[in-house]
């Protein structure tokens, strides 16, 4: 039946006519979801004598009425006419381009991140006879990097360098914020956190929004407390907590404790951790991103303890740093070998000495120490004597 009603227009000699029969013929076939008679039309219109003016008009209602197909046949038409048109892709390029456009926000709309990305991927942005817009490309570049990154796949890096090469020419704030938010999000994803904050926080003057200002600014100071420890940190830590607007961030406290090069405790650190569980971008990843803040905690509180201490014994650093003492005389050694750490190790005497020693704090951290020594016994005393501390509260409210 199709056929037959195929053959009957491309036997019409007036172009007008048959466009407009093709037309109609393929309102029809949309309009009751005719998904096997559209793959024939489709097939028809590839391999018909019919006119090129003709063909480009009919694939231009037909990528235009795709969207009108429930998902799951739009996916379906939508590779299939991809497929089936590789051999005349040229001919047919900006028709194909729109079928892969609208094909790629159903995947997303799906969260299909991968089979979105590599949708986009294939469209004809650096050769084709398309004279392509400066922000057509970076749109597309920007969109297929979001799509990798959303699935933390390391292609995404690829695009976004093609994206930054043409930024300077593009005039869309929203583009260009789109693309910084990128850029910030693969530095992220790849641990690079002192590239990452300073990307987050060139975000956050970009936007608008106070929500999304905020959110920037939050990711900023995320990223730059799991920094590796150094120079280059503080300097981060110093720009971020001498803004205004981390004042009235929930991540304040602890950004002022770091930039102050004060030792975080267990509990400080677990609450970071609790409001790192409410960003998404982060809270989809914690077996990734636990290790990397250990670490980052780890050597933020030797550095600090450089600041306080003449020197320290291995075993001390390694309760302060709740680590080994094999481990932190191996952080320590690390760091100093990496020049974000002035001192010198003892072997001998098994102890690190510091170069950079303020002895006004002095007093304070050792008395933190003793604390924390208080509290481990307690700790122990309690785990084989589970009563102890209900008779001692008892002792004292008496």
Request: net charge negative; glycine share 4%; aromatic share 8%.
């Amino acid at each position: 039946m199709i056929e037959a009603r195929l053959r009957e227009i491309e036997a019409i000699r007036t172009q007008k006519s048959k466009i407009e029969e093709y037309i109609k013929l393929l309102e029809e076939l949309f309009e009751h979801k005719q998904l096997d008679f559209l793959k024939v039309f489709v097939t028809h219109i590839i391999s018909s004598s019919t006119a090129s003016a003709v063909c480009h008009v009919i694939f231009q209602e037909f990528s235009k009425n795709m969207p009108r197909l429930p998902s799951e046949l739009h996916i379906e038409l939508a590779n299939y006419t991809i497929e089936n048109t590789r051999s005349r892709s040229s001919a047919f390029e900006d028709e194909i381009a729109k079928i892969r456009e609208n094909l790629a926000a159903v995947y997303e709309s799906r969260e299909q991140w991968l089979k979105a990305a590599k949708t986009l991927a294939e469209l004809p942005l650096e050769h084709g006879g398309r004279g392509l817009d400066t922000h057509y490309l970076i749109d597309k570049y920007v969109k297929i990097a979001r799509n990798f990154l959303e699935i933390e796949y390391p292609e995404a890096e690829r695009y976004l360098t093609k994206a930054a090469a043409l930024i300077q020419s593009c005039t869309d704030p929203s583009l260009i914020s789109s693309c910084e938010a990128c850029i910030a999000r693969n530095h992220e994803v790849k641990q690079r956190f002192s590239e990452a904050a300073t990307h987050y926080h060139k975000l956050a003057g970009m936007l608008t929004e106070e929500s999304d200002r905020e959110n920037a600014l939050e990711n900023a100071i995320i990223c730059a407390i799991m920094a590796r420890a150094g120079p280059s940190r503080s300097r981060q830590l110093g720009v971020l907590y001498k803004d205004e607007r981390s004042v009235g961030l929930k991540l304040y406290p602890i950004l002022q404790k770091m930039f102050t090069d004060r030792i975080l405790r267990k509990q400080e650190v677990d609450n970071f951790v609790a409001l790192l569980k409410m960003k998404p971008n982060f809270a989809k990843n914690m077996t990734n991103t636990m290790p990397a803040l250990d670490k980052a905690i780890r050597e933020h509180n030797l550095l600090s303890a450089s600041k306080i201490y003449l020197s320290i014994s291995f075993d001390e650093l390694a309760l302060l740093l709740d680590v080994s003492a094999e481990q932190a005389e191996k952080l320590a050694a690390t760091m100093i070998g990496e020049d974000r750490l002035q001192g010198n190790i003892d072997q001998i005497e098994r102890t690190i000495n510091f170069e950079n020693f303020d002895v006004s704090k002095l007093w304070g951290v050792r008395i933190e120490l003793t604390c924390l020594c208080a509290n481990k016994i307690l700790e122990m005393i309690t785990t084989k004597h589970p009563g102890f501390t209900e008779t001692m509260s008892g002792h004292r409210l008496e």
